[in-house]
């Protein structure tokens, strides 16, 4: 798609987005709702701009990319791994299924306490709640990829004479590649929603510590703002996850 027919494309959402700001200021500039609540869009982008001016969003953004990208790369890397292995060994499917299956539906924020517990407040127990968040929809759909991989195609990989690693490699990898990208995609806002929960709780610094804290001293303006940063990276790093989706997997986007 050409950038042009991209931004026609989103044109329809950027207008209603402006629309809906425009709305928001003039109720709240006319008393409607209290602005001590949801401040004027023109406060919030006052207090954003002050924060990128002076920097001050640079050190909070890191500490919470830094946390983000290494526990999203470990759930990513653990879940294919893992996924793959499941779907081409019945031993393994066996082994892992049943705790997969239990695991999988609790919610990964009541394991919080449990955690911290055991592993404290520190940077494994951040780590860990995260990968625990990301792990599964990487490995479910990974493992439906492989599963789905038409016979016909490991069966010709088998007679042109591929061993078990270079048919996965070569063949069931790439058939499996779209499920296990839709994985990732899910999993991106997982981890990114659970790194946010575990600061608020247990860290000292980055988004989510300084959202709470700009909420419990009261600067509704500045917490408005921290949101924006927030989804900000969130938009950033969907858009760098569909770019690599587009290069790994080119025949579905022609």
Not at 19 to 28: C, K, P, R, S, T
Not at 29 to 51: E, F, I, K, N, Y
Not at 198 to 212: K, N, P, R, V
Not at 214 to 228: C, D, K, P, S, T
Request: some cysteine; hydrophobic content about 60%; glycine content about 8%.
């Amino acid at each position: 798609m050409r950038l042009a027919d991209k931004l026609v494309w989103a044109l329809p959402g950027i207008v209603f987005i402006a629309l809906l700001l425009v709305a928001i200021q003039v109720l709240v500039t006319h008393g409607s709702v209290s602005p001590v609540l949801l401040p004027p869009p023109s406060t919030v982008a006052a207090t954003l701009g002050d924060l990128v001016v002076k920097g001050d969003f640079l050190e909070p953004l890191l500490a919470t990319v830094g946390l983000f990208a290494w526990s999203f790369a470990l759930a990513v890397a653990i879940g294919l791994v893992l996924g793959i292995a499941m779907g081409t060994s019945l031993v393994c499917r066996s082994l892992f299924e049943p705790l997969v299956e239990l695991v999988r539906p609790m919610p990964k924020a009541a394991l919080l306490p449990l955690l911290m517990l055991f592993l404290g407040i520190g940077l494994l127990m951040k780590t860990t709640i995260i990968v625990l968040a990301g792990i599964f929809p990487v490995l479910i759909n990974t493992l439906q990829g492989v599963v789905g991989v038409d016979p016909v195609l490991t069966d010709t990989g088998r007679t042109f004479g591929l061993g078990r690693f270079a048919l996965i490699r070569k063949v069931i990898l790439p058939a499996a590649m779209p499920y296990a990208l839709s994985g990732i995609r899910i999993s991106l806002g997982l981890c990114l929603l659970v790194t946010v929960l575990a600061e608020m709780i247990t860290a000292t610094s980055g988004l989510g510590f300084t959202i709470l804290q700009a909420e419990r001293n009261f600067r509704i303006a500045q917490m408005y703002a921290w949101l924006v940063v927030l989804a900000v990276l969130g938009f950033v790093m969907n858009y760098a996850i569909t770019q690599l989706e587009k290069r790994l997997t080119p025949w579905l986007h022609p």
